[in-house]
Structure formats: C-alpha cells, structure tokens
C-alpha cells in the first residue's frame, strides 16, 4: 500500500469519526431539548395537581420549594444543553420569568394563566433557538468556526506523520 492510500485511508477514517460525533452529539441535543420542553410544560401541571389535592396539606412554602426544584432542574437541563452544544445554544434569560413567578399568589387565586402563557413562550424560544442553530447556514463554515481547536488537532498530527513516515522512507531506502 503506497503512502497516499494510507493517508486518505486516516483521512476517510476521521471523517467517519467525525460524522458518528455529530450524529451522536445531534442526538443527545435533541433527547436533552425534549427533556427541557417536558420539565417546562410539567411545571404547570404538577402546580394544579399541587393545589387540587383533596388533603389541603399544600402550603405556599412547600409549593415555592417544590417549584424552585423543578426550575433548578430546568436550569441544569439549560445548561447541559448549552454545554454539549459549545455554544450559547438557550439564553440563560429563558428561565428569568420562571423564577420570579410569585407563588404566593399563584396559591391565593390558583390562577396559572400567567405561567402558562410563560410556558408557551419559553418552549416557542427553545424551539426557534435550536433550529435556526442546528440547521442554519452553510455546514462547513459553521464546523469550521465552531471546531477549529478539535479539525487542527486531528489534522496537524496526521499531517506531521504523513511527513515523517515520508523523510524516514526516503533515509532508509
């Protein structure tokens, strides 16, 4: 096998590899949105189900407590997604209303028309954020600015033993 065919076999090689790492990463991206629409639109229900229990053992401080859990929960699912991603894939400011919701009086009136229409905007804005994100513009621009560390890391390398396996050859044959 010649020198050129071993090295479009590590080139076709990486590219395998890293078409496999974006499918893989698509995917979890994707798993990891749906989870966060889910905890979003859950975050409603679970407070009608909270204030129509039948016990009345339901107060405003353990509804509050109850809720802030599940928003860190949503905020930790933001943040892995924001991580996976490389990039600020959500905004931070997506849960801003979700944490200055005022339970107290959402367990006075029992009243959740304002948290839903939240819910509804929130998950509209995760939506619209990841799409124009995932599956905007030219796919080799966006690779290339977004993972020039990781394309100079496996291509330097390569390069530098397609060289030295050329010099070696050429001192000993």
């Known amino acids: 096998m010649s020198n050129i065919q071993i ?23 994707s798993r990891l949105k749906d989870q966060l629409i889910e905890q979003i639109e859950g975050l409603s229900n679970w407070i009608e ?6 016990d009345n053992k339901t107060t405003a401080r353990t509804l509050e407590r109850g809720y802030t859990g599940r928003v860190s929960r949503v905020d930790l699912l933001l943040q892995q997604i ?16 979700f944490w ?11 009243e959740l028309n304002d948290l839903k229409f939240k819910q ?15 599956f905007k513009e030219n796919i080799f621009r966006r690779i290339f600015l977004h993972y020039k560390p990781e394309i100079f890391g496996a291509l330097l390398p390569l390069a530098l033993l397609y060289f030295l396996h050329g010099i070696v050859s050429i001192l000993f044959s």
């Open 7 to 29: 090295f479009f076999q590590f080139v076709g090689w990486g590219f395998l590899l890293y078409l496999s790492n974006r499918t893989i990463k698509r995917t979890e991206l």
């Open 120 to 134: 509804q905007d929130a998950i509209e804005t995760i939506e619209t954020s990841y799409h124009s994100r995932l």
């Open 100 to 110: 200055n919701l005022d339970i107290d009086l959402v367990f006075s009136s029992k």
């Open 49 to 54: 189900l909270e204030l129509n229990t039948e």
């Open 82 to 97: 924001n991580g996976l991603a490389k990039c600020k894939l959500l905004n931070e400011d997506l849960l801003f209303d």
